[in-house]
């Protein structure tokens, strides 16, 4: 999270974060707007990311990965629709999401996940091929 509000600072992007009121967590002033949850709201704090049609997941650490399995998970539940989930390389180096490739194909092979889900998760370092999905998902020119 830390990681992609910088770069999103140096690009003169606007970014948020969800903040939990933990001790080990100090807030970050690298951000445009934030938003605090209990610590123990950790799933409550998650249905706030609804706002964004399509979750973009930026290179980062057990913090995303979690937030990528509820995302995943409620996709598969029906509390979001299934729609395009970006797993975005944002340092441009290949292979960091290419763990969570492999499990996300061995679950569909073994019968625990829809294959559906594979078909909205989208790798990629190229901003052009996000705009691209988004455009083909809205049907857009």
């Known amino acids: 999270m830390e990681q992609a509000n910088l770069l999103a600072r140096e ?61 995943l998970c409620n996709m598969k539940l029906n509390i979001l629709e299934p729609v395009p989930v970006i797993l975005f390389d944002t340092e441009g180096k290949g292979g960091f999401w290419n763990g969570i490739e492999n499990q996300i194909d061995e679950m569909i092979d073994r019968g625990r996940v829809p294959t559906w889900i594979k078909e909205n998760i989208v790798i990629t370092d190229d901003p052009k091929v996000v705009i691209d999905v988004y455009r083909n998902r809205l049907q857009l020119f």
Not at 47 to 67: C, D, H, M, Q, R
Request: net charge negative.
């Open 11 to 71: 690009r003169g992007i606007l970014s948020g974060a969800n903040f939990l009121d933990i001790t080990d967590q100090s807030m970050t002033t690298d951000v445009d707007f934030c938003q605090v949850f209990q610590a123990t709201c950790r799933h409550s704090r998650q249905k706030w990311f609804e706002v964004a049609s399509f979750p973009i997941f930026n290179i980062g650490g057990l913090g995303s990965l979690e937030e990528l399995g509820i995302t």
